[in-house]
């Protein structure tokens, strides 16, 4: 976290700074676990569709740390944060469809980016 970021007023069911770095490499782990196991499985079509939303959705992940961190804008991470919810709305389902446990594997994921979208939602609202 950064200096800025501690001059924030923060919303209502904010964690403490040092659950974040436990939550994401657990989330990372699921994350490349599920890709793993997508990637492994026989499928029936074509994929490109899958893989060219997942490329977005990571790099939306990448992106939001900057937009929020590095920028200082937490109306720019909010849309961006958007971007993510819906692109891992989507991985779930074309997942589900090849494997479930593949899908399964990033519920906890979607959980925890709701979470962070109240979060950034709130953050903007209140600063």
């Known amino acids: 976290m950064n200096d800025w970021y501690r001059t ?13 770095g436990p939550a994401w490499t657990v989330l990372y782990a699921l994350i490349a676990l599920s890709i793993i196991l997508y990637i492994r499985a ?8 899958v893989y060219l939303v997942l490329g977005v959705h990571l790099a939306s992940n990448f992106v939001w740390s900057y937009l929020f961190f590095g920028l200082h ?8 944060i958007a971007v993510l919810d819906l692109t891992l709305v989507w991985l ?15 519920i906890p994921y979607l959980l925890w980016v709701s979470f ?12």
Request: charged content about 10%; cysteine-free.
């Open 8 to 20: 924030l007023q923060r919303p209502p069911l904010t964690p403490p700074d040092w659950v974040f």
């Open 42 to 49: 026989p499928k029936s079509g074509p994929v490109t569709t």
């Open 73 to 80: 804008s937490p109306l720019a991470a909010l849309v961006d």
């Open 92 to 106: 779930i389902t074309a997942f589900w469809g090849v494997s479930g446990l593949a899908a399964g594997l990033l």
């Open 116 to 127: 962070a979208t109240y979060l950034n939602l709130m953050f903007w609202k209140l600063n």
